[in-house]
């Protein structure tokens, strides 16, 4: 024991002496580049190191207590606005040297450019010295009662599947985790995630135990002035999490960190649903990042090296046309380095100091690099390892915040879905899954709007009298088709009174449709579509959104979805188009008569009767996909159509509806299958089947570690 300590001790000195030696050559180098900076005299160079070091550690408690909440809002920038007055201020006391304000900004930069990359080159852990900071400022927040019972941090990394995970195991970029599992300390485990593969609905789930009605990552409230709702909108979540919320979520006694809900934390810190003013982004919490001077400045020189490899990786990509490929600005590198640096040192940085406080039960944070990384330059790019390699890097800093801690806490590793890459529909066929749609509707679609009360236009079709609900009653189980010589779409016309010619040509449109086709399926495979080439995406009047390759159709003109019967009488190219569409695997409505109805190109899959016409068209989309279709077809707000990609299993491919490499958000591939690695004493919870399978899981291991 006295052995090592002298080796610490004697490794610390070393490193110490080499990061003063790199400050002054570093002040020499801005000497020798900067017009608005002299050294004078070279022993100066030892002076103001000497003494940079006594003002920060002297200076910094009172600057951070005063101005840690202009800090915060600055998003750390005041940091080295504070740090320049600082070197400025020490400089103007030292005879010879002379600095003006670029000067006093570009020095304190090089010396930290300088330090961190002495750390890293000495393989130096500089978490190690921060800790002992955050540790003595954990212990003035400390409350006098501790709690004996274990505690558990839930840490999740964005997107990442099962199938990754072990591949990045096995490349030796996630050494903690192959540690626990080769240990047998913890079991890893896959689960599936609903329809809905996303954050919002995943997150929704694990930390709220309910993510119903959370259709996509986005959606349109056709009631609410086709108002439309984004997961991830920092003035949406709140409304959604006033929904799902009950009170109970998994952190009611703890904290969240950089989540999209809080999980009814009493302590959100970055937490998207509760991130609705400025005012909220400041959080106490916040202050372990800020504990002494170089550690935002190490912050930001790692946030610009990380700006250096996005660029390299460009480079990279274009040289070797490495496809697929998105364009990548260098707006999007700086969005990167926020991920995948800012939020994952800072999550690190305020989790260690609740860990050592002890004062929390639980702690749920969310890891975002790769899912960002992987987006942009795909699922298993060289570039993702490097960012999974420093996550992992952040579970040895929390475990050893945990073996410092005067209470023991649980870690539990998991994701909240996958990625699947492949070429995006626009890529492939050069048009936009909303241009395609528009094609398939007719010039004219304007013109009901124009002349109808469109909020009576649905029950004209479809009247809500007691011959359709006798005709449920009838038919039951029983498949009815629309195409067949039945009752349930007869006559329309002398149902209603005063209807207008333009209903009247529908029925009679109908009608011709019902004398060419036997059924549906003949529908669906001989009909040819026509598209049209609409002027103004305004004359279409639908909204059609992406997320990852689900895509959502929406006809605005009505307020209540259309189903099946109605679009096939309004729009008889539109259906018959999109399943034919190489890019479309699926598509799923709502029949009057039928309940959902999954649709390919070769065959019908009825899930209120489980029964399939033709072809499955759920083939290679997982054994549960028609459960979790029939889950989100009970959703409100679904859209009149939503629509799946293709999934092409040989090459484990699909296609986006937006412009990602890696997506997430419907089914086919890695995207729905994450996991989630817990502690081998915790009972094995079978198979884990939707979000709110976790959230069951981890309150049930909660609740008795708390009792």
Not at 295 to 300: G, I, K
Not at 667 to 685: K, N, R
Request: aromatic fraction near 10%; proline fraction near 3%.
């Amino acid at each position: 024991m006295i052995k090592n300590r002298l080796i610490s001790s004697l490794r610390t000195s070393i490193t110490t002496l080499l990061i003063a030696l790199s400050n002054i050559v570093a002040l020499f180098l801005v000497d020798y580049t900067s017009s608005d900076f002299t050294i004078g005299p070279w022993y100066n160079a030892i002076i103001i190191v000497i003494a940079l070091a006594i003002a920060n550690a002297l200076l910094w408690p009172i600057i951070r207590r005063f101005l840690m909440k202009i800090i915060i809002f600055t998003f750390g920038i005041g940091s080295l606005f504070v740090n320049s007055l600082i070197f400025y201020i020490t400089s103007y006391f030292i005879p010879g040297i002379s600095t003006g304000i670029y000067g006093a900004l570009q020095a304190p930069i090089v010396m930290a450019i300088a330090t961190t990359f002495i750390t890293n080159i000495t393989n130096t852990n500089y978490y190690e010295r921060y800790i002992k900071n955050i540790l003595k400022y954990a212990i003035k927040q400390k409350t006098p009662y501790k709690k004996r019972y274990s505690g558990v941090i839930m840490l999740e990394i964005d997107g990442l599947s099962m199938n990754t995970l072990k591949k990045a195991i096995e490349k030796g970029m996630m050494p903690n985790i192959k540690e626990w599992l080769d240990a047998k300390t913890h079991c890893l485990k896959e689960w599936e995630t609903d329809l809905s593969s996303q954050t919002g609905a995943s997150q929704a789930g694990i930390l709220h135990g309910n993510n119903r009605d959370i259709v996509a990552y986005r959606w349109v409230e056709k009631e609410n002035n086709n108002k439309i709702i984004v997961s991830g909108k920092l003035s949406d979540t709140p409304e959604i999490e006033d929904e799902i919320s009950d009170g109970h979520g998994l952190l009611v006694n703890g904290i969240s960190v950089a989540n999209m809900f809080s999980g009814d934390s009493k302590i959100p810190t970055l937490t998207s649903s509760k991130l609705n003013g400025l005012k909220h982004i400041y959080n106490k919490t916040l202050n372990a990042t800020f504990l002494d001077a170089y550690n935002f400045q190490r912050l930001f020189i790692l946030f610009l090296w990380d700006i250096i490899l996005e660029l390299k990786s460009q480079f990279i990509h274009y040289i070797k046309n490495i496809q697929p490929r998105i364009r990548r600005t260098i707006v999007y590198a700086a969005v990167r380095a926020g991920a995948n640096v800012v939020l994952r040192e800072v999550t690190t940085d305020v989790l260690t100091s609740e860990i050592l406080t002890g004062n929390i039960d639980t702690a749920y944070a969310t890891y975002m690099g790769y899912d960002e990384i992987a987006h942009h330059s795909g699922v298993q790019d060289e570039d993702v390892w490097g960012a999974l390699k420093k996550i992992d890097l952040q579970f040895s800093k929390i475990t050893s915040a945990i073996e410092m801690s005067d209470r023991d806490y649980k870690i539990v590793i998991l994701s909240d879905h996958g990625q699947s890459n492949g070429a995006t529909f626009k890529q492939r066929y050069g048009i936009t899954l909303g241009s395609y749609v528009r094609r398939l509707l007719p010039d004219d679609l304007k013109v009901f709007k124009a002349e109808h009360n469109i909020d009576h236009f649905r029950d004209a079709i479809i009247p809500e009298n007691k011959q359709i609900k006798n005709i449920k009653m009838k038919f039951g189980n029983i498949r009815d088709d629309l195409f067949e010589d039945k009752e349930s779409l007869q006559n329309i016309k002398d149902e209603i009174e005063n209807i207008t010619p333009q209903i009247i040509s529908k029925n009679d449109q109908i009608k011709n449709l019902r004398e060419k086709y036997t059924d549906s399926l003949d529908y669906i495979k001989g009909h040819d579509s026509v598209e049209h080439n609409t002027k103004n995406v305004e004359d279409s009047e639908l909204i059609v959104l992406g997320s990852g390759n689900l895509g959502l159709i929406y006809l605005t003109q009505w307020k209540q979805r259309l189903n099946y019967e109605e679009i096939v009488m309004l729009f008889p190219d539109l259906i018959p188009g999109l399943v034919k569409h190489s890019g479309i695997g699926f598509i799923l409505v709502n029949s009057i008569s039928n309940g959902g109805m999954v649709i390919g190109q070769d065959g019908i899959y009825y899930l209120d009767n489980d029964e399939i016409v033709g072809e499955n068209p759920l083939k290679g989309f997982g054994k549960n996909a028609a459960r979790h279709l029939r889950r989100e077809n009970s959703f409100k707000n679904m859209p009149d159509i939503l629509v799946n990609s293709f999934y092409d299993e040989k090459h484990d491919e699909v296609c986006a509806f937006e412009e990602l490499v890696g997506s997430h958000g419907g089914l086919g591939g890695d995207q729905t299958h994450p996991f989630i690695l817990y502690p081998s004493d915790w009972e094995d919870p079978g198979e884990l089947i939707g979000a709110e399978s976790i959230y069951k899981f981890l309150k049930k291991e909660i609740d008795e570690l708390n009792s």
